[in-house]
């Protein structure tokens, strides 16, 4: 899905335990929020996420299966099928991330929905390139509007980690920050989802913060790691150098764009099936930014022969949109002066400088996805999130700490 605009300088969500699951309705200002306490085994942690979501879990997995219905011109149940015949996940997340399989089956068997259906619904960028390839060109690829941005060595400022996260429409309303407690473990994480997906973003209580953007431009592999569980892989992690290494070592299923931060440092990592990259703005940058087009790494051997396939009437001209967005963020950081704070990027996430090309993306603007969450990370010694469940412009941000 897409991921929008990151800041990063320190950034972390936090996660608390509790005997018991539980579930806060935040004041009218968060009401898309929901904040769920998830503890104990990866199958427990998935049953209280299954069970204290229920309703919302059902509700959202319908919204999905029409949208498939919708834009693949398929009976949803049978693409479902196809699309997990056709691909190979499994074995990849049993290698990197078997604890996730687990708490999988954990919602599953929480609401009441079939497995393979909870699994499918956990692959929302892997479906985007599969679905896209299926139709093979006739249709450009869709937009998922991401912006990352991250600051680091700035004196008395901690490395800040943000981004605006762009998904479908249909997910307004269902908004959630998941609270991980690992079991037999100091670990935790804050994970802002929709309900019943276990991750599109976050930071755990070592300062170690992620943010990601599309890239469907680039090469894709049936048997990677989705993209969600690479988000909860990295915040598994204990260190900035092992995040690091988690990153590099896997094997991607989708072209994505991986912001990751930690108490000194933010990098930048375009990664494909074939190539992981580090992109970095300029000699000596103390900061990075990206958005949706890949700048460094050519691994797009697919998508070129899919541009092939689209008449010249229907390609996108430049600048495109991905483009337009990273010149408005790199623009703005030059014209900061001082220091980058929270308030600065908040500023920049909430942007409409160009009114059809903004940061801050709403509904109203018909492009099929919207900021449904703006992160600001702060990876301090204990780090900070600060998180606004909707479009930053208009909607409050609150502070959680671990």
């Known amino acids: 899905m897409r991921r929008r605009t990151f800041l990063r300088k320190s950034a972390l969500l936090s996660a608390g335990f509790v005997l018991n699951p539980m579930i806060y309705e935040r004041s009218e200002n968060y009401k898309n929020l929901k904040v769920v306490t998830l503890t ?32 693949r011109s398929v009976n949803p149940d049978n693409y479902i099928k196809e699309f997990l015949d056709n691909t190979n996940f499994t074995k990849a997340i049993k290698k990197w991330t078997p604890d996730l399989l687990d708490e999988v089956k954990g919602i599953a068997e929480g609401t009441g929905i079939d497995f393979k259906t909870i699994f499918a619904y956990q692959l929302g960028d892997e479906e985007w390139w599969y679905g896209r390839n299926r139709r093979f060109g006739i249709t450009l690829p869709e937009q998922r509007e991401c912006s990352a941005i991250g600051v ?35 670990l935790e994480s804050f994970v802002f989802t929709f309900a019943g997906y276990i991750a599109t973003t976050g930071v755990n209580n070592h300062s170690i913060g992620i943010c990601c953007n599309t890239l469907l431009q680039l090469n894709p592999s049936p048997a990677g790691l989705p993209v969600a569980y690479i988000v909860r892989g990295v915040l598994a992690q204990k260190t900035y150098k092992d995040a690091i290494k988690f990153i590099q070592n896997v094997k991607h299923a989708s072209g994505q764009n991986y912001t990751i931060g930690g108490p000194e440092e933010i990098v930048d990592f375009e990664c ?22 890949p700048i460094v790494n050519d691994d797009q051997s697919i998508f070129k022969e899919i541009l092939k396939k689209i008449p010249p009437e229907r390609r996108r001209k ?4 991905s483009e337009i967005r990273l010149n408005t963020i790199k623009k703005r950081i030059k014209e900061s ?27 109203r603007q018909k492009r099929g996805a919207f900021t449904a969450g703006c992160l600001i990370m702060e990876l301090s010694e204990t780090p900070v999130l600060h998180l606004a469940p909707g479009p930053p412009c208009s909607t409050e941000f609150e502070t959680f700490r671990f």
Request: net charge positive; aromatic share 8%.
């Open 337 to 363: 002066s001082g220091k980058i704070t929270v308030e600065t990027i908040k500023s920049i996430l909430s942007s409409h400088d160009d009114p059809d090309n903004p940061i801050c993306n709403h509904k």
């Open 152 to 186: 680091f060595k700035q004196k008395g400022i901690p490395p800040l980690l943000a981004q605006n996260m762009d998904i479908p429409v249909y997910t307004d309303g269902y908004q959630v920050l998941l609270h991980i407690k690992h079991d037999k473990s100091s």
């Open 40 to 71: 104990g085994s990866p199958r427990k942690r998935g049953q209280i996420y299954g069970e204290t979501l229920k309703k919302e879990i059902s509700e959202i997995v319908a919204l999905w299966k029409e949208n498939l219905q919708r834009f």
């Open 318 to 321: 430049h600048p495109t949109n």
């Open 272 to 293: 494909s099936a074939n190539k992981v990259k580090r992109f970095i703005p300029y000699r000596g940058a103390t900061e990075v930014y990206h958005t949706n087009h």
